[in-house]
């Protein structure tokens, strides 16, 4: 069951000028089950997801006014909202996760963080590797008999000419 909105739209003497405003007065509260995610932004344990599915019983409908009278002084900090590595997993266990399956989540996602990390170290390195790499193809399009086009030839010149490639940097 989706929530009213209500939509309202005047148009005052002008016709280029339309107002619209969108107003919602209940807010429905869903408890998504949990799963094991692969998200790798996760330093200790297993990384806890939401998935699809819910339970329509056990969902909540409030009036919106109630709900924010509820909610005037219930910001928590960044530091409340994490969960301790040891609560996720007895979530995911209680969710039917296996021991195991937590494990090489674990694991899996520890590679993708080590690979990240030795991603973000060889940044440094990407104008370098571009710079050769256009090297590279500068020089391929100038050595007689190749070509720009895989899979094309070039004419084989009849009398060689010599060829004279000069490379520099730009600091030098």
Known sequence: MMSPIHESCSQDTDPTSLTRRISFDVVEIR??????SDNPATTNGPPVGLGWEYSPEDTVRIDLETYESYQCNARRSKRQLAI???VRQEMLLAEGYSFGEIAKTVR?????RERRNISFHHMKYDPIAERVETLKRGVK???????LIPGMKRKKLESPAPVLVQVTSKGA
């Open 31 to 36: 408890e998504y089950n949990r799963i094991l």
């Open 108 to 112: 899996e996602i520890r590679k993708i």
């Open 141 to 147: 399009g100038i050595i007689p008999g190749k070509s």
């Open 84 to 86: 301790p590595s040891e």
